[in-house]
């Protein structure tokens, strides 16, 4: 496999899924850092200069970007990432087919980026008996989504020989300008909006949360120093519940709120406790800002 060398500056970035909430934070990284940022979106409306419209599904369109954007580094965010959506189809389609289709073009190419990045997800450890959760724990996943991701990873591994392939496994993360159909974005606009009640599901479901600008952080560092064929949590290690980030902005925002469990929102095959080690990710590209559960939803309140 020839793939191109690191230049002086750090290149030309491929980010597809570039709209999407960690495609917008991404891009501020990376611009930051020097690189110059190309994107795909999904959408019909007139998009921004170096944004591509295309679906992951149409090969040839997605060959034709690669061509003209010849990037030295590939970050790919484009999924469907709601646990909950409905359609289980379209789940499997864009997430495993869409992604296949993105690496045969890219193997395809005349140019090989240096690194590709595909974005995975810790919901594949399902109910893990593992605590905390670390990369080489099974696999047990809990939803289609899940086995959606769990099975892109193996496709991708047919394409090892040809592709600087690494893929993250991001455990929960928020930030301001999180979609609202996200549970945590849902808190804080209540919270914003200084509503007296919210309907929530099992309030003690524990989650492992990141702020999204350490997250993109970790992307560009793996894009810095490319790690082929490693697969690496991202995660902060630390463990917080529903009733605990309620309980942070009542203290933020300086009222109660009422809570009342909706058993509607509550999952037949919940996810109880989801805490994953980052030890193997901090080896491999250092610490992490040191952003905490509660300076984030300060963020996102005050945003």
């Given at each position: 496999?020839?793939?191109?060398?690191?230049?002086?500056?750090?290149?030309?970035?491929?980010?597809?899924?570039?709209?999407?909430?960690?495609?917008?934070?991404?891009?501020?990284?990376?611009?930051?850092?020097?690189?110059?940022?190309?994107?795909?979106?999904?959408?019909?409306?007139?998009?921004?200069?170096?944004?591509?419209?295309?679906?992951?599904?149409?090969?040839?369109?997605?060959?034709?970007?690669?061509?003209?954007?010849?990037?030295?580094?590939?970050?790919?965010?484009?999924a469907i990432a709601f646990v909950a959506h409905?359609?289980?189809?379209?789940?499997?389609?864009?997430?495993?087919?869409?992604?296949?289709?993105?690496?045969?073009?890219?193997?395809?190419?005349?140019?090989?980026?240096?690194?590709?990045?595909?974005?995975?997800?810790?919901?594949?450890?399902?109910?893990?008996?593992?605590?905390?959760?670390?990369?080489?724990?099974?696999?047990?996943?809990?939803?289609?989504?899940?086995?959606?991701?769990?099975?892109?990873?193996?496709?991708?591994?047919?394409?090892?020989?040809?592709?600087?392939?690494?893929?993250?496994?991001?455990?929960?993360?928020?930030?301001?300008?999180?979609?609202?159909?996200?549970?945590?974005?849902?808190?804080?606009?209540?919270?914003?909006?200084?509503?007296?009640?919210?309907?929530?599901?099992?309030?003690?479901?524990?989650?492992?949360?990141?702020?999204?600008?350490?997250?993109?952080?970790?992307?560009?560092?793996?894009?810095?120093?490319?790690?082929?064929?490693?697969?690496?949590?991202?995660?902060?290690?630390?463990?917080?519940?529903?009733?605990?980030?309620?309980?942070?902005?009542?203290?933020?925002a300086g009222y109660t709120i009422e809570v009342?469990?909706?058993?509607?929102?509550?999952?037949?095959?919940?996810?109880?406790?989801?805490?994953?080690?980052?030890?193997?990710?901090?080896?491999?590209?250092?610490?992490?800002?040191?952003?905490?559960?509660?300076?984030?939803?300060?963020?996102?309140?005050?945003?």
């Amino acid at each position: 496999m020839q793939v191109n060398l690191p230049p002086s500056t750090p290149g030309r970035c491929l980010i597809t899924g570039i709209g999407g909430f960690t495609g917008l934070y991404l891009a501020q990284e990376l611009q930051a850092a020097g690189y110059e940022v190309f994107g795909t979106a999904h959408e019909a409306s007139p998009l921004p200069k170096r944004v591509y419209s295309v679906d992951l599904n149409d090969l040839a369109g997605l060959r034709a970007v690669i061509k003209a954007v010849r990037p030295d580094v590939v970050v790919h965010l484009a999924a469907i990432a709601f646990v909950a959506h409905g359609d289980v189809e379209a789940i499997y389609r864009t997430n495993v087919n869409g992604t296949r289709n993105l690496l045969q073009a890219l193997a395809e190419s005349d140019q090989v980026p240096r690194a590709v990045l595909l974005a995975s997800s810790a919901n594949i450890y399902g109910n893990s008996l593992a605590d905390p959760i670390r990369e080489h724990d099974a696999a047990a996943p809990e939803s289609d989504y899940a086995v959606s991701k769990i099975a892109m990873e193996y496709m991708a591994r047919l394409w090892n020989a040809r592709l600087p392939i690494t893929i993250v496994r991001p455990f929960n993360y928020t930030g301001a300008g999180q979609a609202p159909n996200f549970l945590v974005p849902k808190i804080v606009s209540h919270f914003k909006q200084r509503a007296s009640r919210i309907e929530l599901g099992n309030l003690d479901v524990e989650r492992d949360f990141s702020d999204v600008r350490c997250v993109v952080t970790a992307y560009r560092r793996l894009l810095d120093n490319p790690a082929p064929g490693q697969t690496f949590n991202i995660c902060s290690g630390r463990v917080s519940s529903l009733r605990d980030i309620v309980a942070t902005l009542e203290r933020l925002a300086g009222y109660t709120i009422e809570v009342s469990v909706n058993p509607a929102f509550m999952r037949p095959n919940e996810v109880k406790r989801l805490v994953g080690s980052n030890a193997k990710l901090i080896a491999a590209i250092g610490e992490l800002p040191a952003i905490v559960l509660p300076d984030t939803l300060r963020w996102m309140l005050q945003a």
